[in-house]
């Protein structure tokens, strides 16, 4: 059904759930599996100026994804894990596209129906809009 599955992670407990049901599905039609994590770069303050502090962040994602990644090498699925810097809505539907991604499982939080508009800036609501492939949002 699916062949390439992109899991954009923030490594918090939406996370979490995310992954579970991704490895579920790539498990179920053998897919190809991208963890994808978005270092957000700071606007107005040159990359070069805070090379180290993004180095940093680098490395502690990659050892983050190493682990997740651990476990959909352990159901035997093609996996990898990718550290970029950017904008993460933006970054996550460039990838997606560029990649031909079929589906993207990422983790979402529920919005108070009394404040509505709060979400509506929200990485997953981003994304879900702006990117051409199916989107399975995880709360």
């Keep these: 059904m699916f062949r ?5 992670l923030d490594i918090g407990a939406t ?3 995310a992954i579970r049901i991704a490895l579920d599905l ?12 978005v270092i957000y770069r700071i606007a107005g303050i040159p990359t070069a100026e805070l090379r180290g502090f993004y180095r940093r962040l680098e490395e502690a994602s990659r050892k983050k ?5 651990a476990a959909f ?3 035997g699925l093609d996996v990898r894990g990718v550290v970029v810097l950017g904008s993460p809505a933006r970054e996550i539907v ?11 499982v990422m ?7 009394a404040r509505v508009g709060m979400g509506l800036g929200t990485t997953s609501y981003k994304v ?3 990117c051409p492939c199916p989107i399975l949002l995880v709360k």
């Design 73 to 75: 090498a352990r159901r």
């Design 26 to 37: 790539a498990g179920e039609s053998r897919a190809r599996v991208t963890l994808l994590h």
């Design 4 to 8: 390439h599955i992109l899991v954009p």
């Design 107 to 113: 983790g979402s939080h529920r919005v108070d129906p």
């Design 128 to 130: 879900s809009i702006l």
């Design 15 to 17: 996370s979490t759930r």
């Design 94 to 104: 460039d990838f997606a596209t560029a990649k031909r991604v079929d589906l993207i």
């Design 65 to 69: 994804l190493a682990r997740v990644a």
